[in-house]
T-cell receptor, first 115, second 115 residues
Framework: NAGVTQTPKFQVLKTGQSMTLQCAQDMNHEYMSWYRQDPGMGLRLIHYSVGAGITDQGEVPNGYNVSRSTTEDFPLRLLSAAPSQTSVYFC??????????????FGPGTRLTVL | AQKITQTQPGMFVQEKEAVTLDCTYDTSDQSYGLFWYKQPSSGEMIFLIYQGSYDEQNATEGRYSLNFQKARKSANLVISASQLGDSAMYFCAMWYNNAGNMLTFGGGTRLMVKP
């Protein structure tokens, strides 16, 4: 089990460029999500998915798109990068229980800098 | 809106002593869960402990225990016998029956263990 994997680990973009952050999990989890963590702060939810073909917005969705064509993959697209999107991005997954322990497994993160 | 508050931006503790990290939450839901995560300087998110809102006993995991006071809406993390490797950021997080049961995070507490 690789768990939750993210690529790339580091990325530098220029303002206005677009890119896709990749996230994959091999645990057959239905729930996947993307968070961003700004310096000295907690994680904030960008988008999430409760299953293939189903996505929804979190707390800070502007400037990001997602899709979920398979259970395993949940890519995050930056449409036109801005310096305000400089952050560390975490992908997470968990089983689709309504409650209970329901631990979220996090990927190692992608550190993105937008110049 | 649901909210998690960690009022201690930074704390020092002497090695081998116990330390309590504070977390208060605000929700009108009856069903929710509280997590603590550790984030060392390497950046990954490490699950420590979980408490469900209906759990009658306080959760414990090795040197970690969660002091759950439901009426006060607090879920403080207690680390016994601190070790140098405990130096890290600690985040309290809550899932609730909204937004696909995704987690809402507090702002974090930086713990520094002194030798």
């Amino acid at each position: 089990n690789a768990g939750v994997t993210q690529t790339p680990k580091f990325q530098v973009l220029k303002t206005g460029q677009s890119m896709t952050l990749q996230c994959a999990q091999d645990m057959n989890h239905e729930y996947m999500s993307w968070y961003r963590q700004d310096p000295g702060m907690g994680l904030r939810l960008i988008h999430y998915s409760v299953g293939a073909g189903i996505t929804d917005q979190g707390e800070v969705p502007n400037g990001y798109n997602v899709s979920r064509s398979t259970t395993e993959d949940f890519p995050l697209r930056l449409l036109s990068a801005a310096p305000s999107q400089t952050s560390v991005y975490f992908c997470a997954s968990r089983r689709s229980l309504a409650g209970g322990l329901n631990e979220q497994f996090f990927g190692p993160g992608t550190r993105l800098t937008v110049l | 809106a649901q909210k998690i508050t960690q009022t201690q931006p930074g704390m020092f503790v002497q090695e081998k002593e116990a330390v309590t990290l504070d977390c208060t939450y605000d929700t009108s839901d009856q069903s929710y869960g509280l997590f603590w995560y550790k984030q060392p300087s390497s950046g990954e998110m490490i699950f420590l402990i979980y408490q469900g809102s209906y759990d009658e006993q306080n959760a414990t995991e090795g040197r970690y225990s969660l002091n759950f006071q439901k009426a006060r809406k607090s879920a403080n993390l207690v680390i016994s016998a601190s070790q140098l490797g405990d130096s890290a950021m600690y985040f309290c997080a809550m899932w609730y029956n909204n937004a696909g049961n995704m987690l809402t995070f507090g702002g974090g507490t930086r713990l520094m263990v002194k030798p």
